[in-house]
């Protein structure tokens, strides 16, 4: 990168990623076409240099951005994916998409090479607990001291109080971080990588047999005659480029003064009036949302809300009578709903299972629409509910005066 560009996408970062998080001469930043090369990098460089093979086991915390399920699936890659799952849910039974430490705990196993995770989260979208976070720290230090992490928080300046796991543990984190969602600026395709100098990275890379060594050097022998020397963050920058396919690496020159600029004007916005304002624009299209659907959400300071997922399902067996929620199964197919709220509603949603979430669940994007289109959309979903009752009623399933009780502003 750009001298300066660098210099200020590292304060930049080291602004939003909470305490702990390596002083700008202790971290090394990469800028990628947005978030997506990033992921596609990362995984080149560790697979380019035997840290990830074939076979090897990863677990990802699920639900999650669907091409990181995509990735370990690719036959380039083959990987054996272990879904760390938000099995959490409130007293009521709703969803609260954390993490049981029993999940967390599959990542005591060594097997585990990498752990991948977005916090806050896609699609439940919410802040990973404090205790969880703490959690994954312990397991680091007395069980798998070698575990690499891929935590990507583009979604980091969307809730407050966040500390991502690369201020945490930064010596096992590579930190994803794209400037799409924050700055709405996802056609400038502005990403970054960094890591810590003092990485595991670098130890593991240090490790390596003998002939794998051999082989990298052969692999780097264009770029350096002391390949063994060659930082992890070295290997990501002359690997984005197959070392020597394209002769140039990393995003233009314009491209970095955005990104520049873009940093700079949240760096000197001390009274983060503009972080405000977008967290703001979220919530007050969340609150559309939900009052066009008539249902409330449990409180939670954790919820990010830059996207809902709604689970019908687990709706369904809350509200309604359980020979319902039978014939829902029996007759329905979970894609059913999305169908409908296109044909009805001009709504695209994205279905749940798409990201390893609950086969009943929808995924809302409130970060595309005016707070007026989420009231109407929840009204779209209302209708849906609205014959789910009529439906109850003729299947005379549950007394009169109940179904008129379960059509009112339950929790979601
Ligand atoms: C978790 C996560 N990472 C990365 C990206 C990709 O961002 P970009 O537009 O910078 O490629 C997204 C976009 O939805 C995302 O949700």
């Given at each position: 990168?750009?001298?300066?560009c ?32 990033a992921?596609r ?6 697979f380019a240099?035997r840290?990830?093979?074939p ?13 990181y399920l995509?990735?370990?699936?690719l036959?380039?890659y083959?990987?054996?994916k ?36 977005i916090n ?40 407050d109080g ?14 994803v ?11 400038w395709r ?10 595991v ?21 264009l770029s ?9 963050a ?26 520049a ?41 954790l ?38 709220l296109?044909?009805q ?12 979430g609950p ?19 929840g ?15 003729s ?14 502003g339950?929790?979601?």
């Open positions: 990168m750009l001298n300066y660098s210099e200020i996408g590292k304060r930049y970062i080291g602004s939003i990623m909470g305490e702990g998080f390596p002083e700008p001469d202790a971290v090394d930043i990469f800028a990628t076409e947005g978030g997506t090369a992921m990098y990362i995984f080149d460089t560790l240099n840290l990830l093979a076979g090897d086991s990863i677990a990802i915390m699920a639900p999650v951005f669907t091409p995509n990735i370990a699936d036959p380039m083959g990987l054996n272990v879904l760390v799952e938000a099995d959490g849910t409130f007293p009521n039974g709703s969803h609260s998409w954390q993490f049981s430490d029993e999940q967390i705990d599959k990542l005591r196993d060594p097997s585990i090479k990498l752990l991948v995770c806050p989260t896609n699609p439940p979208s919410v802040r990973i607990a404090d205790e969880t976070i703490a959690r994954i720290e312990k397991i680091v230090h007395e069980d798998n001291p070698n575990l690499i992490i891929i935590t990507d928080d583009v979604y980091s300046t969307f809730i966040f500390r991502s796991l690369s201020a945490v543990i930064p010596q096992n984190t590579i930190l971080y794209s400037y799409s969602k924050y700055f709405g600026a996802t056609g502005l990403g970054v990588i960094t890591t810590a100098r003092d990485t990275l670098d130890k593991l890379l240090a490790a390596l047999p003998d002939e794998t060594k051999e082989i990298l050097r052969a692999r780097y022998s350096t005659d002391d390949a063994d020397s060659l930082t992890f070295q290997r990501l920058v002359a690997d984005s480029r197959d070392v020597a396919l394209n002769h140039t690496a990393g995003i233009s020159g314009p491209q970095q003064v955005q990104l600029l873009f940093s700079l004007f949240d760096i000197l916005d001390t009274e983060k009036s503009y972080r405000k304002a977008a967290q703001g624009l979220v919530a007050d299209r969340l609150n559309a949302l939900l009052e066009g659907l008539d249902s409330t959400l449990t409180p939670d300071p919820r990010t809300g830059y996207y809902i997922e709604i689970d019908f399902l687990s709706f369904a067996k809350r509200h309604y009578p359980t020979e319902f929620v039978e014939f829902l199964e029996k007759t329905y197919e979970p894609a059913d709903v999305l169908f409908r296109a044909a509603a001009e709504t695209v949603a994205l279905n749940g299972s798409g990201f390893d086969p009943w669940s929808i995924r809302l994007s409130l970060a595309n629409l005016n707070a007026e289109d989420y009231r109407t959309i009204k779209a979903i209302r209708k849906g509910r609205r014959g789910v009752r009529r439906r109850v009623e299947l005379c399933l549950s007394p009169r005066d109940t179904l008129v009780e379960i059509d009112r339950q929790e979601l």
